[in-house]
């Protein structure tokens, strides 16, 4: 009679805790987390990684990252792992619109310093990294409303090619409360920039950041603690819009995330 094979033993909690895990495949605009051994140096795109107590590390995969990736994991041990990542392509709509005025398209020399300037310090805020988790939290929606903006999408205004759309335009009146879709620390409070109006800035820790803009009301100051679902602002059309919404932005540093794939992660 044929010998039936012995059921594959679970691993042991020290095999476990052994592992390297990462997705084997991410959407480009995506946010990954990762599970390394305790005490691993990881190193992803030239930048050294910091795992949580519990082993968890954080990245992002750029919009237009073809991929595929790789994280180098060098255990407490002395052994070596890399883990492979497929990215996977989006399809990311362009729009061709002509009869723009000028001075849109290409800010005079004064306006354009200013943008500079003002994005300039944005782009400084983002740069924080530090060991507070809460980039782990199960992201909420910041309010409730019709998408009408995507994650990526591009604007051709003149023939001239503008910066894909960084974030998610969720519609709603002024005066909407915009609560925060994870716990973080303010680093970033700004009323009135020229481009994006009322500017908030929330730091989820290890790099990643939630940025909320045309903002009619900024509620907190920077470095305040704000807790999940807290009211932080309310939705505005300041800065260049076209009418009142919320621009929902994540970063992982530099690096712009789509919020819609960190919602979609936190409610499979």
Known sequence: ?????????????????????????????????????????????????????????????????????????????????RAIIVVTPRDWPIENIQGVPPATVNPPPAIAARIEREQALVVAARQRDDDRADFAQAFVWPLQGRISGRFGNQRIYN?????????????????????????????????????????????????????????????????DRVEQGQAVAAVGATGRVTGPHLHWGMNWFDVRIDPLLVLERANP
């Open 1 to 81: 009679m044929e010998k039936k094979l012995a059921a594959e033993a679970a691993p042991t909690k020290s095999q476990a805790d052994a592992r390297i895990v990462f997705p084997a495949s991410m959407p480009q605009g995506s946010l990954v987390i990762g599970k390394v051994p305790a005490g691993s140096e990881v190193r992803y795109a030239g930048r050294k990684l910091r795992p949580t107590p519990y082993g968890s590390v954080v990245f992002g995969i750029g919009r237009d990252e073809k991929g595929p990736v790789s994280v180098d994991v060098l255990r407490a041990d002395g052994s070596r792992e």
């Open 159 to 223: 023939g001239t090619p503008k910066s894909p759309h960084s974030g998610m335009d969720i519609a709603a009146p002024t005066g909407t409360p915009v609560r925060a879709p994870a716990a973080g620390i303010v680093t970033f409070a700004a009323p009135d920039l020229y481009l994006t109006g009322g500017t908030l800035l929330i730091d989820h820790g290890h790099g990643v950041s939630s940025n909320f803009l045309h903002l009619s009301r900024i509620d907190v100051k920077v470095g």
